[in-house]
T-cell receptor
Framework: AQTVTQSQPEMSVQEAETVTLSCTYD???????LFWYKQPPSRQMILVIR??????QNATENRFSVNFQKAAKSFSLKISDSQLGDAAMYFC???????????????FGKGTKLSVKP | DAGVTQSPTHLIKTRGQHVTLRCSPI?????VSWYQQVLGQGPQFIFQ???????GRGNFPDRFSARQFPNYSSELNVNALLLGDSALYLC?????FGAGNTIYFGEGSWLTVV
């Protein structure tokens, strides 16, 4: 079974600085998707960024970028120029490709709580 | 356009009771999934429905059931509530079937079982 591990329960960053959140996963599949979701106190899960495993290029969304290392099964999130609004729980998630069967549910890690200091 | 909407937002139930949680997907979305998030953990998959048919089920007991209606809204039902069922229940929708479709989450229903 696929698993997702986030080894940093809590992280802290100074406003305007850069922080990297770690995620590792375990799968025997070669095609899959990886995601980072943000969950602020409102509890709504918000998609931050996604990566298709077949793409070698790391995904980027404005201040958010990933370092995808497929062989190492590592998928870290880098937040540049951190802002107070970035403070939230961040979840790494895995989803296998659909080949006509189940869509493939999201498998989440336990999350990393990010604090941003002014 | 409205996002995924869930009701109720908060509720308190007694052990042994039954609960029904409701979800309206984003307009045009035909796939709905349910997740349970226990405090301090990541969400866990419960069910996925597409075009009113169950397409996936997580490792949850038969006390948990769901259905999807012709308008693509969905209900999650939990019978014989246990203290351990206390959690945030998240509904998510996507445009169509297939892992390439982005999943959008609602704000969840907080269930407390006493």
């Amino acid at each position: 079974a696929q698993t997702v591990t986030q080894s940093q329960p809590e992280m802290s960053v100074q406003e305007a600085e850069t922080v990297t959140l770690s995620c590792t996963y375990d799968t025997s599949e070669s095609d899959y998707y990886l995601f980072w979701y943000k969950q602020p106190p409102s509890r709504q899960m918000i998609l931050v960024i996604r990566q298709e495993a077949y793409k070698q290029q790391n995904a980027t969304e404005n201040r958010f970028s990933v370092n995808f290392q497929k062989a190492a099964k590592s998928f870290s999130l880098k937040i540049s120029d951190s802002q107070l609004g970035d403070a939230a729980m961040y979840f790494c998630a895995y989803r296998e490709m659909n080949y006509g069967g189940s869509q493939g549910n999201l498998i989440f890690g336990k999350g990393t709580k990010l604090s941003v200091k002014p | 356009d409205a996002g995924v909407t869930q009701s109720p937002t908060h509720l308190i139930k007694t052990r042994g009771q039954h609960v029904t949680l409701r979800c309206s997907p984003i307009s045009g979305h035909k796939s709905v999934s349910w997740y349970q998030q226990v405090l301090g953990q990541g969400p866990q998959f419960i069910f996925q429905y597409y075009e009113k048919e169950e397409r996936g089920r997580g490792n949850f007991p038969d006390r948990f059931s769901a259905r999807q209606f012709p308008n693509y809204s969905s209900e999650l039902n939990v019978n014989a509530l246990l203290l351990g069922d206390s959690a945030l229940y998240l509904c998510a929708s996507s445009l169509a079937f297939g892992a390439g479709n982005t999943i959008y989450f609602g704000e969840g229903s907080w269930l407390t079982v006493v």
